[in-house]
């Protein structure tokens, strides 16, 4: 199996693209109304020089390739706390079966995640399994976790249903110039409704709120052009991934 570094060096967006995570196609419709997951414009300090960088040097020195960047002024010593983004949930997506239930599916960025429920999700979608202890780890120390839950219930019975995790995305970060996205899955059974493609942009809107412009990903081959319609270049300006293995 080849793994590509891909690097997010685009942040315009004009198609509509749902993925498949493991196994991922592109589409143009979603089964439920466009929902409002625009990237929202960073307002920064107007004390600033504008500066236009290569990747590479983007790399280095943290500002993002063909966006006009600004070099801010040196704090004060009364430095602000930083900022930790704010949780967020809401209903993605809710219809009603044929029987009468109702589904909803939720979108949430709080990191509420059952490691059990994890690994159960990586069985579905054929990842091999690993320590839940370091499952949990990597949960805890993650930047962002978003998930999608899917919660069942009668109807005029909201709220009462058992909610079954059906995806997760999450990402790591320097908390000031790099973040790379990690384990992007969604159950089998909810592929093709561009449920993927919700976690992905939600990660990275989050991000660039942060001001956080390095978002790099590791993709199979088979999913680098889906990843590519999302904003994402692998080896962008010949930049290679490089591994570290035992000798």
Known sequence: MQMQTLHLVSTHWSNIVSLNCCCCQ????????????????VKRQPQASNLKAGFW????????????????????????????PLPEEFVLVEKTQPDGTVEQIIFSSGGDVDVYDLQALCDKVG?????????????????????????????????????????????????AF????????????????????????KLIKTLLQRDIGNISLFADSKVVEFYRNLGFEPDPEGIKGMFWYPM
């Open 178 to 201: 790099n973040a790379t996205i990690w384990d992007v899955l969604v159950d089998p059974s909810y592929q093709g409704q561009g449920l993927g493609k919700v976690l992905i942009e």
């Open 26 to 41: 592109a589409s143009n419709q979603l089964p439920f109304p466009k929902t409002k997951l625009g990237f929202v414009k």
């Open 57 to 84: 040097e983007s790399i280095r020195s943290g500002f993002v390739k063909n966006n006009t960047t600004q070099v801010i002024e040196t704090p004060s010593s009364e430095e602000e706390k930083e900022e930790e």
């Open 127 to 175: 990842w091999p399994r690993r320590p839940l202890s370091k499952l949990a780890a990597a949960l805890k120390n993650s930047y962002i976790v978003a998930t999608l839950h899917s919660r069942k219930f009668s109807s005029g019975e909201e709220g009462n249903g058992e909610k079954k995790l059906i995806g997760m995305a999450r990402a790591t970060s320097d908390h």
